[in-house]
Structure formats: C-alpha cells, structure tokens
C-alpha cells in the first residue's frame, strides 16, 4: 500500500493566489514526521516544511504553512500569495518513528504559477 | 557552503559499462541515502547508510552497489549498467534527530544506450 499518496498531478494557480496542494499518509505509527520538498525545472530537491505527529501546531515557513489533519491522515501544503518562482514539482515524504525508519516520498504535484 | 557533493553531474553510459556515482557531504552528517528519480515515481531509495560502517538495502537495491567510504562519502556503483537504470541519482545526507531534514546533492543525469 502506498504510504504517500498525492492525488494531484498537476495544479495551476494565478500569480498572488493561495493554493493547496494534497498530501495524504497512511501509517500505524504514532510518531512520524511529514516534509514537503521542492523540485524547481533545474532539478535540486529543497527542503521547504517539516510537522512532527505530535506537534500541537500547523508548521509555518515564511509563505508555506502545513495544514496537518491527524484524524483525516492529511498533510496538506499551503502556499499564500503565489510567484512565478513557485513554479515547479512539489514532494511530500513521510518518516516513521520506530526504529530506523527512511523517508518514503510520494509521487508529486507539478505546480504552475501564471502572471 | 557546499553542503552535499554529487559527481558527475552528467554521464552517458553504454549497456555493460560500470561507473561509480560520488557523493560527499561537509556537514558531519552520519546518515546519507541514494535516490533515484524517474518520470512519475518520485524518489526510490536506492541504498542508505545509517552511519559510518552500515549500508543497507532500500526499495530499489537490485544492479547497485555501495560503499561508505567514512563519515563523508558515500558512493554508488553500478557494475553491469542496464538501460533500465537510466534515470537521475540523488545523493542526501541526515544529521541530528530522527526527524531531521534530508539534505540533497543536485543530482547526477545518468543516460545508458
């Protein structure tokens, strides 16, 4: 079963917009941390958010915020006030917390940004 | 800061060849991993090194080799190359807690004929 499921292959959103893109997990771990990386057309992997499974609050980084819902097992990535420069593909990874656990990714969004 | 360390940035290869992929990394990390990324699977964990000494396998092991040379390099070789393997191969390395951040080489675009 996947353990990373993004159900959006593609997103488009107008420049200054917010959008959301998916991140849907699937684990019987109670720790685990969720992360959201970044793939620009160059190719390097950037690391943008982490939220940890017991972290009370929604991660933030400057304009990206996690919309963490435990119940629903959903880790959602928000982007506010989109730039041309958020153009490109867009990774959620999940790490269990039991032993020695990897980052299992899923299989991305590409996001367009227009003017 | 140079962070994660992947050479070469760019290799044609044909079927048969063997090529070592390098990666080092100048952050004292203890974990380093191989990916690699195709069109529409996202990343696959080639092998990992939990620390200096360790390798193991991950998802996708068959037709590689590795080597954790010591704490800083950690390197990937495909002795038999198949045109299968055609792909680009991430290189990262973890350091600290468990929930940490991967940190990524840029990559290696490796083409077999």
Same mark, same amino acid.
């Given at each position: 079963?996947?353990?990373?499921?993004?159900?959006?292959?593609?997103?488009?959103?107008?420049?200054?917009?917010?959008?959301?893109?998916?991140?849907?997990?699937?684990?019987?771990?109670?720790?685990?941390?969720?992360?959201?990386?970044? %793939?620009?057309?160059?190719?390097? $992997?950037? =690391?943008?958010?982490?939220?940890?499974?017991?972290?009370?609050?929604?991660? *933030?980084? @400057?304009?990206?915020?996690?919309?963490?819902?435990?119940?629903?097992?959903?880790?959602?990535?928000?982007?506010?006030?989109? %730039?041309?420069?958020?153009?490109? $593909?867009? =990774?959620?990874?999940?790490?269990?917390?039991?032993?020695?656990?990897?980052? *299992?990714? @899923?299989?991305?969004?590409?996001?367009?940004?227009?003017? | 800061?140079?962070?994660?360390?992947?050479?070469?940035?760019?290799?044609?290869?044909?079927?048969?060849?063997?090529?070592?992929?390098?990666?080092?990394?100048?952050?004292?990390?203890?974990?380093?991993?191989?990916?690699?990324?195709?069109?529409?699977?996202?990343?696959?964990?080639?092998?990992?090194?939990?620390?200096?000494?360790?390798?193991?396998?991950?998802?996708?092991?068959?037709?590689?080799?590795?080597?954790?040379?010591?704490?800083?390099?950690?390197?990937?070789?495909?002795?038999?190359?198949?045109?299968?393997?055609?792909?680009?191969?991430?290189?990262?390395?973890?350091?600290?807690?468990?929930?940490?951040?991967?940190?990524?080489?840029?990559?290696?675009?490796?083409?077999?004929?």
């Amino acid at each position: 079963a996947q353990k990373i499921t993004q159900t959006q292959p593609g997103m488009f959103v107008q420049e200054k917009e917010a959008v959301t893109l998916d991140c849907t997990y699937d684990t019987s771990d109670p720790s685990y941390g969720l992360f959201w990386y970044k %793939q620009p057309s160059s190719g390097e $992997m950037i =690391f943008l958010i982490y939220q940890g499974s017991y972290d009370q609050q929604n991660a *933030t980084e @400057g304009r990206y915020s996690l919309n963490f819902q435990k119940a629903r097992k959903s880790a959602n990535l928000v982007i506010s006030a989109s %730039q041309l420069g958020d153009s490109a $593909m867009y =990774f959620c990874a999940m790490r269990e917390g039991t032993g020695y656990s990897t980052l *299992t990714f @899923g299989k991305g969004t590409m996001l367009l940004v227009s003017p | 800061n140079a962070g994660v360390t992947q050479t070469p940035k760019f290799q044609v290869l044909k079927t048969g060849q063997s090529m070592t992929l390098q990666c080092a990394q100048d952050m004292n990390h203890n974990s380093m991993y191989w990916y690699r990324q195709d069109p529409g699977m996202g990343l696959r964990l080639i092998y990992y090194s939990a620390s200096e000494g360790t390798t193991d396998k991950g998802e996708v092991p068959n037709g590689y080799n590795v080597s954790r040379l010591n704490k800083r390099e950690f390197s990937l070789r495909l002795e038999s190359a198949a045109p299968s393997q055609t792909s680009v191969y991430f290189c990262a390395s973890r350091g600290g807690g468990l929930f940490q951040p991967q940190h990524f080489g840029d990559g290696t675009r490796l083409s077999i004929l």
